[in-house]
C-alpha cells in the first residue's frame, strides 16, 4: 500500500504481485462510506485525497483534491459511482483535477482566493462566509496557509481540512504547520477559531495524521489548538 501512495515513486518491491496487493488496497475505506485514495500525487505535494461515497440522490460521489490520475484508481472510483463533485481545499493539492473533471464531468468547487477563476473551476467560492453546498456539504472559507483556502465539511461530522489542521501523534494534539504558513498565521489563527461554531468528529488532513473523537473531545481539542496558535 505504502508502494502505491508514494508520490515520488521511492518504495520498491522484489515480488511484482505485492504492488497489486497495493493497488486493490485503494481506495481504502476509513470510517462509513469515507475513502482514502492512496495514489498520492508528487504535484500535491504527497498530500492525501480522499472519495466520499453516496447515492446520486443525495448528491452523487465527492473527490476531496487530487490523487494522482493513475488508470488503477481511475477505474474503481468509476465503479465506486465515478466523481460528482470535486473539492479543491487549497491551490497546493490540487494536481490532476483537469483530468478528473475531464473524465468524470464533475464540478470543481476551489476559492477565488488560490485563483479559481484562472484554472476555470466551475463553482468559485468567493469571501469568508461558509457556503452549503448540498444537504450534507458545508464549505468553510478558512484563510491563512493561503489565502483562499477551504474546509468541507460533511454531515457536521467529517471535517476535511487540507493543509489547514491536522493531528500531530508526537504533540498528541491538534495542530496548524507553523512553518508552512505561507499566508497569515494571525489569519490562521482567526479561522481555526472559527471552527470552533461547527461539530465535527473527524478530522482528514491532507498532510499529518487523521484524528477521530467524540465532538466535545474535538472541540476541547481544537481550543487547546487555538491557544497554542495564538503563542506562536
Ligand atoms: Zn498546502
Redesign the pocket.
Known amino acids: 500500500m505504502a508502494l502505491v501512495a508514494c508520490p515520488t515513486g521511492s518504495i520498491g518491491t522484489t515480488e511484482q504481485h505485492d504492488a497489486h496487493i497495493g493497488i486493490d488496497a485503494f481506495p481504502e475505506q476509513i470510517a462509513d462510506h469515507i475513502y482514502y485514495c492512496g495514489f498520492n500525487a508528487e504535484s500535491s ?1 504527497g ?1 492525501w485525497s480522499y472519495l466520499v461515497v453516496r447515492p446520486e440522490s443525495e448528491g452523487g460521489n465527492v473527490l476531496i483534491d487530487s490523487p494522482r490520475f493513475a488508470t488503477q484508481l481511475v477505474k474503481k472510483v468509476e465503479a465506486m459511482g465515478g466523481v460528482r463533485t470535486m473539492f479543491l481545499t ?4 490540487i494536481a490532476d483535477h483537469r483530468r478528473f473533471a475531464e473524465r468524470f464531468g464533475c464540478t470543481r468547487i476551489m476559492h477565488a482566493g488560490d485563483g479559481a477563476q484562472r484554472l476555470g473551476i466551475e463553482n468559485v467560492i468567493n469571501g469568508n462566509d461558509s457556503v452549503q453546498i448540498d444537504q450534507d456539504l458545508v464549505a468553510i472559507p478558512v484563510p491563512g ?2 489565502r483562499g483556502h477551504l474546509v468541507l465539511l460533511y454531515q457536521n461530522k467529517f471535517l476535511f481540512t ?2 489547514h489542521l491536522a493531528w500531530s501523534p508526537n504533540r498528541n494534539s491538534l495542530i496548524a504547520f507553523r512553518s ?1 504558513c ?1 499566508y497569515s498565521w494571525t489569519e490562521q489563527t482567526r479561522s481555526m477559531e472559527k471552527l470552533l461554531n461547527y461539530d465535527f468528529e473527524w478530522v482528514l488532513p ?2 499529518g495524521r487523521i484524528h477521530h473523537a467524540s465532538r466535545a473531545q474535538m472541540r476541547e481539542q481544537l481550543e487547546r489548538c487555538v491557544d497554542w496558535m495564538k503563542m506562536r
Not at 487549497?90 to 493539492?93: A, E, L
Request: without cysteine.
Open positions: 505535494f498530500a487549497h491551490k497546493d493539492d496557509h493561503t487540507g493543509d508552512a505561507w491532507g498532510h
